[in-house]
């Protein structure tokens, strides 16, 4: 597992809020390769490390920050303005919120080039410097966004520091080597720990076991949007020994390798008929049980902007993307074929089986915001349940 004292989810009383801050406090986002980006830090102050990595869009900051994906990572807005619609009141009543795809901030850090002073939104209860100071997440702003991504996109994935002036940690954060989300089993961190029932509130409805490897909520809600109970369990879960009409393998962070005891469970699903479906992170488990390889790619996918085409028919759907790593679909196995590929690098978007209902791709059908594209996979797995 990761060093603990890298968890910015550990609630320490040393942890100030920037925001509440009379004075100004310097930041510092420092690339490994010795690129520095100096501004001011809001949110906690605390200075952290992991992977730098940037998303696009222009709304969607409270889904990207509690998407279970960014875990381990400083996430930048390629966006100019953050903060301008708040935060949503939370629902402690209520798993799957619309507006949040966890219970909490999984990003190390939020990197953007301006903060707004002020909110306005019928629905937010707060400022985004006062939710992230709020779990104990720095920030920075003043970064010029537009050359950082530029120089992830020429360098490609870069792990970096984040350094606050005043921040009781910055020397330890200083000392150490940068937190690699890709260096142990970071989907252990975000899976629930026991299963959990998501019903639908209909008789008769189908149900669908979701293993939760980071599981974004607009999954679920997908799902309940079309009918069906949703059983949520742990990554490690025997869930070949559920009753149930359909499997899906969600998202996630990290390394699939990192995931033996999940991929030696979906080995033992392919020996039955029973569909099943992966996203993300499920894209690359199913296809390492099929007998594919993967891969980290130089430079991510990330936004809501990827084209990606079907095999075949050229048809293309714009989707949203948050992944490292990626399948080696040009290796099928028997039995296996590539179903969608990236219209950008030709890289892998899909696999699929030739004759069972096994499918999975490496886009978000569920994106929320969106696009939404591609959402009617979830009626194809559906249909084949029923």
Known sequence: MGDPTLNHHD?????????????????????????????????????????VVFATGLVGYPESLT??????????LTYPLAGNYGVPERDPNNPIQDGFESSRIQAQALIVQRLSQDYSHWKSSQSLSDWLASEGVPGIEGVDVRALTRHLRQFGTIKGRLLLEGSDNREQVLSEPCHDPGSYNVVAEVSCSEP????????????????????????IRCLHARGADVLQVPWNHDFVAEKADAVL?????????????????????????????GICLGNQLLSLAAGFDTYKLDFGHRGQNQPCYEVGSRRCYVTSQNHGYAVDGEKAPAGWQEWYRNANDGSNEGVRHSSKPFFSVQFHPEANPGPRDAEGLFDLLLEFAR
């Open 11 to 51: 609630t320490h009383p040393a942890v100030r809020d920037v925001a509440s801050d009379s004075r100004s406090v310097k930041a510092i986002l420092e690339l490994e390769d010795g690129v520095r980006f100096e501004g001011k830090a809001f949110g906690a102050l605390k200075s952290i490390s992991g992977e």
């Open 67 to 76: 998407d279970p994906s960014y875990r381990g990572q400083l996430l930048t």
């Open 196 to 219: 959990i029932l998501h019903s639908c509130g209909k008789d008769g409805a189908p149900r669908v076991v979701l293993v939760d490897c980071g599981a974004k909520t607009s999954i």
């Open 249 to 277: 393998l969600s998202n996630g962070p990290g390394d699939p390798k990192m995931t033996g005891d999940t991929i030696e469970m979906v080995r033992r699903a392919l020996a039955e008929d029973r569909p099943l479906m």
